[in-house]
């Protein structure tokens, strides 16, 4: 790299390179009022006071000396790529992209923290072959990149768990570079925000309605082993449950969408409700009931 020296009316007096060993020397110069200027390399960052320019009075057999320190800047990046979300019991899985956005230089080991929130159980986080990852005592977790994280080096790293509420859940991911200096600490930080799946269910209760006025009454006995099957949008049969000894069936944990209930009546009986299939909308939270009468 050079180092300048220009005088106190701004002319280039001289430039030199700067030896192996970080130094250099304008010699026998008269005395005046200086500027030093440091071609300060790409990629790196000056630490000490001034920045790349010192100004100095020097008199007449005077040596006055400076040091520039450069530290290699680097550019780590954060950023949040998805979150998919199931009901209560189901998987939660958040993605979230790390990479080196910088062009010259390499991060050594960069750090990740993730905070995972508190109504997800079992969590976990899966990163790539080279990333060391560990659970702090506080719950969080931290991930710690290979020594040498190249510019344009990209990763992807997954938080998973189970849903255990309705509550909206916030993933977050905080990068560090513990051994480089960062300038840009805008993009080190990033949220991903999931609302749980709230669901739904569909009932129903199946009897021998003995008098035909479809409406269950004293003595009317239950179907018990009848076989129900639930289709979602375009007929696409999704479950199947058998009815109870009680003549109950259920369909629990249902996300919000059009289903079909239908079933086939036994041998000897026909229905005195409407039709062995039933056609239902379902909005979160609701729970539909159906009573289907032989």
């Known amino acids: 790299m050079t180092v300048t020296l220009r005088d106190s009316k701004g002319e280039v007096v001289a430039s030199v390179v700067v030896g192996s060993d970080g130094s250099f020397i304008f010699p026998n110069l008269p005395g005046g009022d200086y500027t030093v200027e440091l071609d300060q390399p790409d990629g790196s960052t000056i630490s000490t006071p001034g920045g790349s320019k010192w100004s100095v009075t020097v008199a007449p057999g005077e040596t006055a000396t400076h040091e520039f320190g450069l530290v290699k800047e680097v550019d780590l990046q954060v950023e949040g790529v998805s979150v998919t979300v199931g009901t209560v ?18 991060i050594t080991s960069p750090r990740i923290i993730f905070t995972v929130p508190e109504s997800v159980s079992s969590p976990t986080v899966s990163a790539p072959k080279g990333w060391t990852v560990t659970k702090n005592d506080d719950g969080t977790w931290t991930a710690v990149g290979p020594e040498a994280f190249a510019p344009g080096d990209a990763v992807e790293i997954t938080v998973s768990g189970t849903v255990t509420s309705t509550e909206t859940l916030v993933f977050s991911a905080e990068g560090s570079t513990p051994s480089d200096t960062e300038q840009n600490l805008a993009n080190n930080r990033a949220e991903l925000t999931g609302v749980p799946v709230i669901p739904a269910s569909i009932t129903g209760l199946i009897f021998n309605d003995l008098n035909e006025n479809g409406i269950r009454d ?3 006995k239950p179907f018990g082993d009848l076989e129900i099957t639930l289709a979602g949008p375009g007929g696409k049969p999704l479950e199947k449950v058998v009815t109870e000894a009680d003549g109950a069936f259920a369909f629990l944990k249902l996300p919000a969408s059009d289903y079909k209930v239908s079933f086939k009546a036994p041998k000897s009986y026909r229905l005195t409700t409407g039709g062995s299939n039933w056609e239902v909308q379902l909005a979160p939270v609701t729970r539909p009931i159906m009573s289907s009468v032989l």
């Open 89 to 106: 019991g189901q998987e939660v899985s958040a993605v979230f992209s790390i990479s080196n956005a910088g062009k010259d230089n390499n």
């Open 218 to 220: 004293a003595g009317e």
